[in-house]
Every structure is written in structure tokens, then in C-alpha cells.
């Protein structure tokens, strides 16, 4: 619906890209604009939206069906919101349970503009930490909309009975959290994830004996059917007995996480993938700001080629631990209590003195890499340096420093067999979250009608970083508040057209999945998935982590295209189709994650500035601090694919055409970062 | 290290299943015990056997999806999830006996992959504050006592891995139950569903064919999260108490 407003003046002026690193590598398309977000002063917005979104007749609502696939914040809280509401819900998960989505590990915290504390904050003010926190690369709409739900999240966990930390009158504890001055933070001692998730899980099952959701679980998606240029279903495979089951429904919401494991190694789940969104991606679905990949610096380290995960420990580690390394190559071996005062380098207190160890993510991530490209690094690989608590522990005692980190202290003991009240921590970063995903409009809604994407797989709050504690915040709000409102739009024009299973699209979408899974078993290579998996991701980390240049970028691509095709000819898959073969569902996995590691260079390799978790080496002060261009890259890249020529099995992938979204801000002017 | 693994395979939930002898040369002392079974699959892979299947997600001790008997204890001999176990709590030359969750509630589906959804099903009973999305009042109107907060919170961190169900001779889930009764029973929100809520929920239990509760505790012992005995206490006082007053 037309908006009679009119936005107040913008303070920027589009983008003109007048670099072209990714020439060769992709073609331009048209520009594409979000043309959901509503006009006028940025605090009306989602007010005007809700209204002028259509209203659904509780009698109706029965008869429209929603598919959901993913069971973490944003996809729980969606199929209990939804089904409370009255729709028919399927949701689909692959873990046994909706209760293992990978948000549960999630430690830290959720922020709300409640101000609580009394301490100045507001919606506002959270609204600017997000957008100035994401180096000035989201959509100032959605941003402000998701700081203004905040505090209608915590409302509703806590009735739900999630048992955040209270103080001793009764009343929610707060506390800061990673670059903002305000305490905004709630939490559940170091497992505010899992209490949320479960929060949401339980309200779930409360619908599934309702009867308005059916659950799907050790279910994966494969394919999304899009019918008559509507998302209309799903193929999906039972894990267990291996059947193609396809599925449809009137709208269908992909709320199936990040894809960090395209690196291999990363804190995310061993099952956390990016198949449902890359299949959408295929057939159709833009997928905005694929490089843009958080590192987080405080990470147990790799112990070995064996290593299968890495564990993210609490970056408030940083508030009192200090991080060196040895001012000589020689020592990185030495017994680190014997190397004396004089011959460690305390890097980061020497280069940023103002914000010493606690500079943000990025930059501590950086200057760890440098350490140890410097040959300074510490532990196996040299690919670690220290995290001292031997002054906090002097200064504070070890019983307060105990209180503070004692579970901390115990998860890194029991890993690494090292007592850091004794010896220092390793850490080394490690990929941790990706701000990029499916491109959505305002309403969360893909450019393939009837698609929505919620959480972190769509690209919309974060920008090119995202704050501590914000994660949960922006799948919750999604989950409960954003989509319920925003898909009846969609609805209210339903039910469509009753499809069935011979629609064309239908045959199609169910015999290509039916080929992928008997093409991956009937290539009898000599390779498992994992080596394959494991290569990928070295290269990525490799070329597309920490520091990316033009030069790295497009060898990387040329890496991912060979092993690509070694991948397609020489995988080796055992067991069969027709029963649980967890082989079988990483083959599926790791082909997705190969097609879109090239995306992913490509997308950097256009980039041609830093900004938050992308940093290009070519783009950065004298100082070697990041250095964005505003003037040419202050756009959403939202890239379409496009088939290559190449068989029905292994179509690859054809060049990219790449959208440009506009960023133009109104309520906020763009600023550069500094930390020194 | 070099390792004896005597592992349970089954290829389906119908099929009859045995315990398979492998041997696993160099493991590392550093790896995770569920990174030393994907090194043996890997040999598995390369070798023409199927890798054996076996559940794990997170690996980090929160999902809850891991599983695994490890030399008949749940999680293994730490007090922590399989997958935080790692092989410096095994010595060199150790034969180690792997099995699956053995309860008549928990089927095995393949090797060492078995269902809870049983779990699932007793949550869908009553493991609930029944709050529509929207229909919450601002989160500071109700105060709840530190300790109240915190014994909830506690309880709250039941991963529903099953161990409890796996380690009890009954194949009881009583501490899985008890725990979730007291996290929402320890809360304001919580009372005004209390009494039906554990009857059904309790009921749903029995129906899945968990067995009765007769206080042994070896559920307590091998639960990763430490879960306390008196949660159990807890269940039955209220449930007592439900009964009494007729719901």
C-alpha cells in the first residue's frame, strides 16, 4: 500500500562504485530497492507498517498453512507465535529435538532498550550502537524496528518463565556488554541462550498439543518448490528412513541459521549449514552481503588436524586478563612463566593504549593474526597467544577471579588439560557468526514471493558487524514480533491455489533431489566429505578470513573451482539413500558451502573497502586501521544466481549478477571508527 | 594412544545388533572423545566399512544431542557431556565399550543413534507458562526472590540428553520431569498451571513406557548438569499435592 509519507532528508548521497577488483567475476544487474520499508520519521515506521498490513479473520486462518524450516529463536518463536494465532504450522528441524537449534549455545546476553538501570539508554540510543556498531552497512528501518520490539522480548520470556539473572530485590539484573556505555544486557548466567531457546521450544510444543503445529524433526530441507513464482513447499529428506518428502504450504519461512562452517571450523554446530538457504539461492533468492563473517578473538585454539569445533569462550575474559606474546620468536616454546616481563609484547595495550585489551572483535582478531604471521604465535601451529590472568589474579585474588571466570577457568581446563590459574589461556580467533544471508524487504520477505527468512539467516540488522548480545535479540524479535505481523500481508491474499504432486515444479524440485542424493552415492571416489569440508574451509580461512586482498580472493576462487570439480568426481559416500547415513547429509552440506565459498570471494573481492568483520588490506589508514568508502560502497550487495551450462547434477554455478541496494540514512550520519 | 573400541552396531530399529571390535592407532590425548570416533570413521570411510552413526551437534556441552554408554556410564567418567570428554581421561592400550542409550523409552534408530522424542512428547504435556506472544506484562511488575530466581535457573539447565533415563536400572525419566516441575514451579508465573501440570505430565511419562522412580540416583550421578536428586522430591510433593486436590 502506497504511503502518503515522506521521508525526512537523507544525510548521505547513493553510492558510485568506481573500483571494479571483481571485474570478470560477475555481471551488474538492476538495482533493487526495499519497497516494503515505510516512509516518514523513523519511529513511525513499524507503526504505520503493522497497521497497514492486512488483517486475517481468525476463522480463516486455519485453512493457510506456513512452513517453517529451523527451530532456533527466530524459527521457534515464529511456529509458536504463528500457531498461536491459528495458522497451520509445519516446522523442520534436523536434530531430534527443536530444542538443540544452535541458538542455544549461545552464552552471553540479549539487549533491550529498557533502561532498566536508569542509565540513559533508550530505543534510540540502541538503535544508533546497532547501526554505528555495524560500520554503517544496514538498513536504518529494520535496525530501528528491532531495537523498538527490545523490550516486548524480554516481557514476553520472562512471563514464559525464563529465569534471567535477578538482583536481590526481585527485580532483572543487568549488565554492559562489548562497546556501548550503557548496561542493556539481560541474562541467564553464561547460558542466556538456552534459556531463551528453551523458552521458545516450550511454547512451541504448547501449539504442537494445540494442534495448530506439526513438528518435523530429523527432517532437512533440500529444496524449496517455487510454483507459478510463488515459494509453495518444500522437498525435504527424513533422515531417518531416508524417504523425499515434499510438502507444501501457503508461505514458507527459512529461519535455518548462519552458514560459519563454510570455514570448516567455526563455534557453530557440526550440523549448522547453509543448504536450505543456498537451494533457495538457487532458485532465485538474492543472498545480500555473503562476505561479511564475524571472528571472534577469544577461542579456544586448534589442538591438532583432528579438531572438529572450536569453543568460543566470553570475550568479558578480556576485561581482566592481559594478551601478549613473546617479543622473541625464540621463546613461543618456552614455559610462558619463565619468559620474563621485559620479553613480552603486550600488543594490544602498546598499539591501542586507550582501549588496550578491550579494542573491538575485529581488531583484536586482527592484530592476533599479525602476531602470529609474525612468527610470534604460541601453542600447536603457532596459531595462539596468551591470555594472562597472572596480574588479575595478584590484584584481585583468586577467589574474586574465581567468581568471576570459574566455569570460563573449568570449560577451558577440561578442553585444553591446561589449568589457567596456573599457566595463561591460548585463545585465537575463530569464526563465530555471518551478518550476511538471504535478502529480505522490510516485511523479512525474500524477492521470491511467499519466501520470508528470519534470524541469522537473512542479512537485514546487523550490517557489516554485530554487537554483543544482539543475536538473540534480532532472532527473538523476529520470531515473535516481526514476522507474525509482517507475512499476514502475504496471507491475508490467501489460501492460493491448492498445488499437488504433479505439478511441474513439483516433479522437478523432487527428481533433482533425488538425483543430487543418488549422484553423491554413486561417484565412488576415494575422498571422504570431510577432507573435502576440511579444504574448503582452509582456503576460506586462508583467503576470505581475517585480512582478505584482490590477490588472495581470486586465488581462492581458483582453489574452490579445482576442488569443486575434484569434489564431483572423486567423493566417496557410503551406505545407502534409504536409511540414516550421516555421510550422505554432509555430502549435501559441504556441495552447498563449495558454491558459495566462491560467492563469498567474489562478493569480498568486489568490496574494495573494510568495514566491520570485512577488511580488505588494500583499504586501510595509515595507521593499518580499516578504512571504509562510504562514497562507493554504501549499498546491499544482493547477489542473484545463474546457472552454468554443465549437466543436470553438477550445474555449478554461472556468473553472479550482482543487485545494488541503496543504503541512504536519515535519522543517523555515517562516521568513521577509531579506537586508538 | 592405541585404543581397543568395542562399539554397538545395528542398522536399523528392527534389525538385531552387536558389539563390533576396532582398533585405533595414534589418538591424541588432546581430541575430544567424539573427534577420536570421527577419526575412526574416517579409517571406516576409507576402508569400505559405513561409518558408524552417532549423534552429536553443538559440541559444547549445551544441545544436548550427544549421547553414548561410554564403559556402561552415561557421558563416560566425567562429570560433563560426551562431548566435552576428552581422551587424556583414557589410558594408552585401554579397551573402551561404547553402547547407545539403553532404555525401552529411548529405541535405537542406527549404532549409537536412539529417539527421545518421547522428551518431547512429555513437554507438549504441560512444559509450558501458557502466554500467548504479546500477551505479557512488562517484565519488571513481577519481583521474584533471588533464590527462587536462581533454584529455577539451576533446574532450567537440563539439557534433555537423556542420561538421567540411560543410567537408571527403571529407565526412569523422573529427574528429566522433576526438573523441568521445579524450574517453572519455582516461579510466580508458573502457579497458575502448577497442578495440572505435573499430573499430565506425569501421566504422559508413564504412558511412554519410562519406568517408576525408586530412588537410586544414579540418574543424579551421570547427569551432566548436575542436576540434584530432590527435584525428584520435588515431583512427587507436587504431584501429591495435585492429586489431593483433585487437580
Given amino acids: 500500500m502506497a504511503n502518503q509519507k515522506t521521508n525526512p532528508p537523507a544525510t548521505n548521497q547513493p553510492a558510485v562504485q568506481t573500483s571494479d577488483d571483481a571485474k570478470g567475476f560477475y555481471t551488474l544487474g538492476e538495482k533493487i530497492e526495499d519497497t516494503k520499508a515505510p516512509a516518514g520519521p523513523i519511529d513511525q515506521r513499524w507503526t504505520d507498517r503493522k497497521f497497514e498490513a492486512g488483517l486475517v479473520n481468525p476463522a480463516n486462518r486455519r485453512k493457510l498453512s506456513v512452513i517453517i524450516v529451523g527451530t532456533g529463536l527466530a524459527g521457534g518463536a515464529a511456529a509458536a507465535t504463528l500457531g498461536e494465532a491459528g495458522y497451520h504450522v509445519k516446522s523442520f528441524c534436523y536434530q531430534d529435538s527443536p530444542r538443540r537449534a544452535h541458538s542455544i549455545a549461545a552464552q552471553g546476553g540479549i539487549n533491550a532498550a529498557k533502561n532498566y538501570k536508569g542509565d540513559g539508554d533508550s530505543v534510540h540510543r540502541l538503535f544508533y550502537d546497532t547501526v554505528k556498531g555495524g560500520d554503517y552497512r544496514s538498513r536504518e528501518s529494520n535496525v530501528y524496528r528491532l531495537a523498538e520490539v527490545s523490550p516486548n522480548i524480554i516481557d514476553q520470556c520472562v512471563a514464559q518463565g525464563v529465569p534471567f539473572a535477578r538482583e536481590y530485590g526481585g527485580l532483572l539484573d543487568n549488565r554492559s556488554f562489548g562497546g556501548v556505555q550503557v548496561s542493556r544486557t539481560f541474562y541467564a548466567r553464561g547460558q542466556t541462550g538456552q534459556q531463551l531457546l528453551i523458552g521458545a521450544y516450550q511454547a512451541m510444543e504448547r501449539q504442537i498439543a494445540a494442534g495448530t503445529v506439526e513438528e518435523f524433526t530429523r527432517h532437512e530441507m533440500l529444496e524449496v518448490i517455487v510454483a507459478d513464482g510463488r515459494a509453495r513447499g518444500i522437498v525435504a529428506r527424513n533422515l531417518v528412513t531416508g524417504e523425499i518428502e515434499t510438502h507444501f504450504a501457503d508461505a514458507v519461512v527459512l529461519a535455518s541459521g548462519g552458514y560459519g562452517n563454510v570455514f570448516y571450523l567455526s563455534t557453530n554446530a557440526m550440523g549448522s549449514n547453509v543448504t536450505a538457504a543456498w537451494r533457495a539461492h538457487r532458485k532465485g533468492a538474492y543472498m545480500a552481503n555473503p562476505c561479511y563473517t564475524q571472528i571472534h578473538p577469544t577461542c579456544i585454539p586448534v589442538s591438532g588436524d583432528h579438531q572438529s569445533k572450536l569453543t568460543l569462550m566470553s570475550e568479558s575474559l578480556r576485561n581482566d586478563g592481559r594478551i601478549w606474546v613473546p617479543k622473541n620468536k625464540a621463546d613461543k616454546d618456552k614455559d610462558p612463566r619463565q619468559i620474563p616481563e621485559e620479553d613480552r609484547d603486550y600488543y594490544l595495550e602498546r598499539i591501542y593504549p586507550s582501549f588496550g585489551n578491550l579494542v573491538p572483535r575485529d581488531i583484536a582478531s586482527r592484530a592476533a593474526k599479525y602476531q602470529c604471521d609474525d612468527g610470534k604465535g604460541v601453542g600447536p601451529g603457532g596459531l595462539g597467544v596468551y591470555l594472562d590472568f597472572a596480574d588479575a589474579i595478584k590484584r584481585m585474588g583468586r577467589d574474586t577471579v574465581e567468581e568471576k571466570y570459574g566455569n570460563l577457568f573449568d570449560m577451558y581446563a577440561r578442553i585444553t588439560g591446561e589449568d589457567p590459574y596456573v599457566t595463561p589461556m591460548r585463545i585465537y580467533p575463530a569464526v563465530h557468526y555471518v551478518m550476511g544471508g538471504l535478502w529480505v524487504d522490510y516485511d523479512l520477505q525474500s524477492n521470491i514471493p511467499g519466501l520470508f527468512v528470519a534470524g541469522e539467516a537473512n542479512f537485514s540488522d546487523h550490517g557489516a558487524n554485530r554487537l554483543g548480545a544482539s543475536a538473540l535479540m534480532q532472532g527473538l524479535a523476529d520470531g515473535y514480533f516481526v514476522l507474525p505481523n509482517t507475512i499476514r500481508d502475504y496471507l491475508v491474499h490467501g489460501p492460493y491455489d491448492a498445488i499437488d504432486e504433479s505439478h511441474p515444479a513439483v516433479v522437478e524440485a523432487k527428481n533433482d533431489v533425488e538425483a543430487r542424493v543418488a549422484k553423491f552415492l554413486s561417484i565412488n571416489g576415494e575422498r571422504s566429505v570431510d577432507s573435502f569440508h576440511k579444504e574448503l574451509g582452509n582456503i576460506m580461512w586462508e583467503y576470505c578470513g581475517m585480512e582478505r586482498t584482490a590477490e588472495g580472493l581470486k586465488k581462492a576462487i581458483g582453489l574452490i573451482r579445482e576442488l569443486k570439480k575434484e569434489f564431483w568426481s572423486n567423493l566417496k559416500v557410503l551406505g545407502t539413500a534409504d536409511s540414516l547415513n550421516q555421510s550422505l547429509e554432509k555430502a549435501g552440506r559441504t556441495a552447498d558451502f563449495l558454491e558459495l565459498g566462491e560467492l563469498m570471494c567474489i562478493d569480498a573481492l568486489n568490496r574494495r573497502e573494510s568495514c566491520g568483520g570485512h577488511f580488505r588490506a588494500e583499504s586501510q589508514t595509515e595507521d593499518g586501521e580499516a578504512l571504509r568508502h562510504d562514497d562507493e560502497f554504501s549499498y546491499v550487495a544482493a547477489w542473484e544466481f545463474t546457472p552454468n551450462e554443465t549437466g543436470t547434477n553438477d550445474p555449478g554455478m554461472g556468473t553472479p549478477v550482482l543487485h545494488k541496494e541503496d543504503l541512504i540514512y536519515t535519522a543517523i550520519e555515517m562516521k568513521q571508527r577509531s579506537y586508538k | ?247
Fill in chain 2, 1 to 247: 594412544m592405541k585404543l581397543t573400541l568395542k562399539i554397538w552396531r545395528q542398522a536399523n530399529q528392527d534389525a538385531k545388533g552387536a558389539m563390533h571390535t576396532y582398533e585405533l592407532d595414534e589418538v591424541s590425548e588432546d581430541m575430544s572423545f567424539l573427534e577420536m570416533l570421527d577419526v575412526l570413521n574416517e579409517k571406516l570411510n576409507a576402508d569400505g566399512e559405513e561409518p558408524i552413526a552417532f549423534d552429536s551437534d553443538c559440541r559444547e556441552g549445551i544441545c544436548g544431542m550427544c549421547s553414548l554408554m561410554i564403559n556402561g556410564e552415561a557421558h563416560g567418567p566425567e562429570v560433563t557431556t560426551t562431548c566435552q570428554l576428552h581422551m587424556r581421561s583414557f589410558n594408552d592400550g585401554e579397551t573402551i565399550t561404547i553402547e547407545p542409550w539403553r532404555a525401552q523409552a529411548f529405541p535405537v534408530i542406527k549404532d549409537l543413534v536412539v529417539d527421545r522424542s518421547a522428551f518431547d512428547r512429555i513437554i507438549q504435556m504441560g512444559g509450558f507458562i501458557s502466554v500467548n506472544t504479546g500477551a505479557a506484562p512488562d517484565a519488571a511488575t513481577m519481583p521474584v526472590p533471588k533464590d527462587k530466581a536462581d533454584r529455577s535457573f539451576d533446574m532450567a539447565t537440563c539439557i534433555g540428553c537423556g542420561a538421567c533415563v540411560a543410567a537408571c536400572p527403571n529407565g526412569s525419566a523422573s529427574l528429566f520431569l522433576g526438573a523441568k516441575i521445579t524450574h517453572l514451579g519455582e516461579l510466580p508465573q508458573g502457579q497458575a498451571e502448577r497442578n495440572e501440570r505435573v499430573v499430565n505430565m506425569a501421566a504422559q511419562h508413564d504412558h511412554e513406557h519410562f519406568g517408576g522412580c525408586t530412588n537410586i540416583g544414579e540418574c543424579s550421578a551421570a547427569c551432566p548438569k548436575e542436576i540434584p536428586l530432590d527435584v525428584i522430591s520435588q515431583l512427587n510433593k507436587d504431584l501429591r499435592t495435585a492429586m489431593k486436590q483433585g487437580r
